[in-house]
């Protein structure tokens, strides 16, 4: 741990936003401070929402001097945020070094899901997802991943208003894979659900994944998130045109270490979520729902039918609602739980894997990004 302490004159400040409990814990061990520190300082940050070391005032003058010279809690800077006529609210954010990402807040009854992206851009390239026509650019950090958190809740204004949680479940699925940005992913989602800090529980934080195997399997030695597979093919020769990866993985290799995953988890009920998105013409036939519901036959999963959202370099088509209501059928009388996903936000681009958009900032400056993947609410039909 003694590279997160820099000294002010050599190394940039430690961003304490991404430090779990154990890290901050490490990090004022490594300072000759007592670890309880690590709790407060979790708690102002999280609960409180505090960016300004100097008025956490329970850790003496003398800490607090010192934390000025080493650390700083640096959220990420929201470029622009815009409100869905529905309630959904969307941000892009700027990340340090330039590019751009982008977070949804969807409101639904009782629940409110933050959808957080990963990484800019992303390397996988799956022929349907505006992000992956964008190429890979880097990794988020887990200050960038949960700072997506903390701005969520701060612009409305709630980290103290006590009136319940703004942000109740949290999806992996913006921009990038989240399965190759492993560490910093586990990070940010171990303070998603740490109690110092947004307290939500396992099962309401989600990890999508298009199926990177390796990465899965260590995920389940280190966490108990629920997951979900985009799967988007019910066999191996058309998964490996929309999700290249697939050639690498194939759908047998995942789905078993998806069932690894699930079996490892402590709470035996638990079940894995299947996207699938519905392309026009290429995956939504009543044949290829017939094979899915054969694929999938022994496998503990409920599936989430998700219509294409068209974005410009795309020659994909989105399905009409009456191939998506067969589709749907299929699979529910085969005995599925199936859910269709609405487009929410739909006047502000903030549906699954959409388009690159158009950001003006308060300013006026606009600036081309492409949109993260988003909605994670999804509708029983
Ligand atoms: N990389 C991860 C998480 C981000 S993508 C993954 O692939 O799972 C989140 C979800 O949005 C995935 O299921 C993805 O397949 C879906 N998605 C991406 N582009 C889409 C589009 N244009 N229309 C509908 N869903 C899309
Ligand atoms: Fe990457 Fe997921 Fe988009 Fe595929 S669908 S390119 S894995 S973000």
Known sequence: MSSLIASSSEQPRVNLLGLTLAQMEAFFENLGEKKFRAQQVLKWIHHQGETDIAAMTNLGKALREKLLQIAEVRPPEIVSQHDSTDGTRKWAIRVEGGGLVESVLIPDGNRATLCVSSQVGCSLDCSFCSTGKQGFQRDLSAAEIIGQVWLAIKSYDAFQSGNGRIVTNVVMMGMGEPLLNFDNVVSAMNLMMEDLAYGISKRRVTLSTSGVVPALDKLAQVSEVSLAISLHAPNDALRSELVPINRKYPIAMLL??????????????????????????????????????????????????????????????????????????????????????????????????????????????????????????????
């Open 256 to 381: 078993e270490s998806a069932s690894r995953y699930i079996d490892a988890q402590s709470d035996k009920k638990r079940v894995v979520t299947i996207e699938y998105t519905l392309i026009a013409g290429v995956n939504d036939q009543p044949d290829q729902a017939r094979e899915l519901a054969q694929l999938l036959r022994d496998f503990p999963c409920k599936i989430n039918l998700i219509p294409f959202n068209p974005f410009d370099q795309s020659d994909y088509r989105r399905p009409s609602g009456n191939a998506v209501s067969r589709f749907w059928q299929v699979l529910v009388d085969a005995g599925y739980i199936v859910t269709v996903r609405t487009t929410r936000g739909d006047d502000i681009d903030a549906a699954c894997g959409q388009l690159v958009g158009q950001v003006v900032d308060r300013t006026g400056r606009s600036e081309r990004y492409r949109n993260a993947s988003a909605l994670s609410a999804s509708e029983v039909r």
